[in-house]
């Protein structure tokens, strides 16, 4: 499956935004999905996922009740609604895909190319 994230930019904090992915592949939806971040200078950290169904999600706990990962298997889409953002949710932004669930790094096989955001104060 390839990946291609979209719709980074510059907003202030408490604005929001979302996030998509759109994922090739006839078999997107029996991949589990999530997002990822890393900010300057430091490691890649998860953010969200999502089950292959979307009936399960999972957040970190610096995002749960102001982001929500969702998922249309019909368009082949995943989306990030980004809100209250705050300046330490600057970083780029990373979807990745897998057939098993994880919610580290080293458990996504496929990645998409990032998408900067940046939340000034």
């Known amino acids: 499956v390839q990946l291609q994230a979209s719709g980074g930019g510059l907003v202030r904090a408490g604005d929001s935004l979302r996030l998509s992915c759109a994922a090739s592949?006839?078999?997107?939806?029996?991949?589990?999905m999530a997002w990822f971040r890393q900010a300057p200078g430091k490691d890649r950290e998860f953010v969200a996922a999502?089950?292959?169904?979307?009936?399960?999600?999972y957040y970190a706990d610096s995002v749960n009740g102001r982001f929500t990962i969702s998922r249309d298997n019909v368009k082949n889409m995943v989306y990030l609604q980004m809100n209250s953002l705050k300046p330490e949710d600057t970083a780029v932004y990373y979807c990745?895909?897998?057939?098993?669930?994880?919610?580290?790094?080293?458990?996504?096989?496929?990645w998409g190319q990032g998408t900067l955001v940046t939340v000034s104060s």
């Open positions: 592949g006839r078999t997107f939806s029996r991949y589990n």
């Open positions: 990745a895909a897998d057939l098993q669930w994880a919610t580290a790094a080293p458990g996504y096989g496929y």
């Open positions: 999502i089950t292959w169904t979307g009936g399960s999600t």
